[in-house]
């Protein structure tokens, strides 16, 4: 699998080269969220916030009214949580053109409860006018960008930093609202988004060895979650069906495929897999995602449930675990 | 309407005109719907009047002199909705702006605009009444807002984002803000002042109505924020207290010229000035509201004083 580094960083600063429009602002965190290939090469549209995230927040609306586009840059658990109101009333009350880039989502951090943003679709989705994007790959963090050009108001992004996959062919690009089909099958039907989609795709192939076939479709739009290749996909798995999603499975992935399953009448177990309601803590990204079950041996074994059978596949039998450091030479510190 | 004044009459002379019609059209709403901010007239009026009359440099009202309807909130489907900072003139480089933060002023906001000319009186009606912009707690579509900042400390740090556009597209215009003491306790203000500070937005006023009151009750009592101006200092910014009802100690601050540090006027001032009755009900002057009839008739014979000493 080739793996590229430092993707969003590189790309910012070369998308935003011909958009005098476009601001940066980072609140503290600038490598670790890669602006600083930006900040070096436009100082002057770099906007350093300090550990102002409410204001940054607010701030950036009143930037957005005087017509410039204001990225904001940070953890994504420091964008929700610390700022929420700031983002209602200030950002997506007046559907005002605000990017706010959330680093490390979900267990992709080993910094514990406090830097994991694992509610943050659920709290951001109730959100009116705010749409909601995650990437999955090179690919989807390169062609992100452009996609972020046709929606006039504010985005939130789930974003990946330093080492990553690319799955996905780079004439695939980022697609708003549409799901990506990864594999073709009528035995379950799987819906995967960010990071998760890594994993699934670890285990697919050995699933299909065993005579299982898996409809895999990979979401990158969360909100509006309209794309009707969802439905159609959800009605025609014979088993039923699974979400694999690097978040609580209260309010992310799992329940928008609950809601449009309802809402058209399709009749399929539903089983979601992501952390199951509860707060996680400070460990490696294998760890936390091996002990909450967002892993391919987890989805492995909720495949097995679903079809009420054993399917003797341990972890030996998976693809290979793609290794990560957490102190790389592309982020030394971990956070 | 309110008649134009005199050639003659100073700015003060109509500064004083409006904020004691500020405080009588308040006191008639106050008087008409058995409840509204009162206090904050009181203690505002002279800081609307001056900021409106001397401080400001706004061209006319570019908006309907009665209010337009609701018309939906901002969405991607909806291309109708409209901001109410159309009552505060065109934007223009030059021109300054008026963001306004305590939205539960709202009332006094709109007094203003009819004692200067901005609002016709019978916009006022429609205050509070279903499908009406004029709303109790004004949000940006409101006549007068430009921003939604009912919840506290917000408007300071998008006022700031608008400074700094403005500072990048080298504009000359500065941006006002209205804010008020209890704003302090919410530790978004001071992140905005480190930010204005740091980026030497000096072509923002802020004026503050101290007056001390808040909610619960005296801001003194229920969490005591002062020394206001010390803090204020110690995070970068020019501060000058004076008396909030001394309308050339308003406007004299506004005359200083920018010299790199954001600034704050903290107006001094009596949240039941020119309404003694008020002082009966201290220290809970948040929201009056009669608790008798026998109370209501103070007032009503207080308002009857006042008709009598502002001619129109």
Request: proline fraction near 6%; charge should be negative; hydrophobic fraction near 40%.
């Amino acid at each position: 699998m080739e793996i590229q580094t430092k993707v969003y960083a590189r790309r910012l600063a070369e998308w935003a080269a011909d958009k005098p429009e476009v601001l940066v602002l980072s609140a503290d965190l600038t490598s670790s969220v890669e602006v600083d290939v930006f900040q070096k090469r436009y100082p002057d549209r770099f906007l350093s916030m300090g550990m102002t995230e409410q204001n940054m927040h607010s701030l950036a609306g009143g930037l957005a009214r005087e017509g410039f586009l204001p990225f904001i840059h940070t953890f994504a658990v420091f964008i929700y949580r610390r700022a929420y109101d700031q983002i209602c009333d200030s950002i997506a009350y007046p559907n005002l053109p605000v990017r706010m880039v959330g680093f490390l989502p979900g267990v992709l951090t080993p910094g514990g409860i406090t830097h994991q943003a694992i509610e943050d679709v659920a709290v951001l989705r109730a959100l009116p006018n705010l749409t909601i994007l995650e990437v999955g790959d090179a690919t989807e963090i390169e062609s992100v960008l452009d996609v972020s050009r046709s929606i006039k108001g504010p985005i939130y992004l789930r974003m990946l930093r330093g080492e990553v996959p690319r799955l996905f062919a780079t004439d695939e690009p980022f697609v708003f609202n549409k799901a990506r089909q990864i594999t073709r099958g009528d035995d379950v039907t799987l819906f995967s988004s960010g990071v998760s989609t890594e994993e699934a795709m670890r285990a697919t192939s050995v699933l299909r060895e065993r005579g299982v076939s898996i409809n895999h479709l990979h979401i990158s739009t969360l909100k509006p979650f309209t794309d009707p290749a969802v439905v159609e996909a959800a009605a025609a798995a014979r088993h039923g069906v699974i979400t694999l999603e690097n978040h609580s499975i209260i309010g992310g992935l799992g329940t928008c495929v609950a809601e449009v399953m309802a809402e058209h009448g399709v009749g399929k177990k539903l089983m979601r897999l992501g952390l199951p309601d509860v707060f996680a803590h400070g460990a490696s990204r294998p760890y936390l995602m091996r002990e909450y079950g967002l892993d391919a041996l987890a989805l492995v074994r909720g495949v097995e449930r679903l079809l009420g059978q054993s399917l003797n596949i341990s972890e030996a039998d998976l693809n290979a675990v793609r290794l990560q450091e957490v102190h790389s030479a592309s982020k030394a510190e971990a956070l | 309407m309110t008649a134009s004044p005199s050639p003659t009459a100073t700015w003060q002379t109509e500064a004083t005109r409006v904020a004691a019609g500020i405080r009588r059209r308040v006191l008639e709403h106050v008087l008409r719907h058995n409840g509204g901010y009162m206090s904050q007239a009181c203690s505002s009026a002279e800081l609307f009047a001056a900021l409106y009359t001397r401080i400001m440099k706004l061209g006319p009202s570019i908006a309907p002199a009665v209010p337009l309807p609701f018309a939906g909130v901002p969405s991607a489907t909806n291309p109708h909705a409209f901001t109410g900072a159309g009552y505060n003139g065109p934007k223009a480089p030059d021109l300054d702006r008026f963001i306004f933060s305590p939205a539960h002023y709202a009332l006094v906001l709109y007094a203003t605009l009819i004692e200067t000319g901005r609002m016709a009186p019978e916009g006022l009606a429609q205050f509070n009444q279903d499908g009406s912009t004029v709303e109790m707690i004004g949000a940006e579509h409101s006549p007068g807002c430009e921003v939604t900042s009912g919840s506290l400390g917000q408007a300071i740090s998008q006022a700031a984002g608008i400074a700094l556009a403005r500072k990048r597209r080298g504009e000359t215009g500065r941006t006002w803000v209205m804010l008020t003491d209890g704003e302090f306790q919410e530790g978004q203000t001071w992140e905005a002042f480190e930010v204005l500070s740091a980026y030497k937005l000096d072509r923002v006023g802020v004026y503050v109505d101290v007056n001390g009151q808040q909610c619960d009750g005296r801001m003194e009592d229920v969490l005591n924020i002062e020394p206001i101006a010390e803090k204020l200092a110690a995070f970068g910014a020019r501060v000058v207290s004076v008396d909030g009802h001394d309308l050339d100690a308003l406007a004299a601050p506004a005359e200083l010229e920018p010299d790199g540090r954001p600034l704050v006027v903290l107006a001094y001032t009596d949240p039941c000035r020119c309404l003694e009755p008020m002082r009966a009900r201290a220290p809970k002057l948040h929201y009056l509201r009669f608790t008798s009839p026998d109370e209501r008739a103070v007032y009503q014979a207080f308002y009857e004083t006042l008709l009598t000493g502002t001619k129109e």
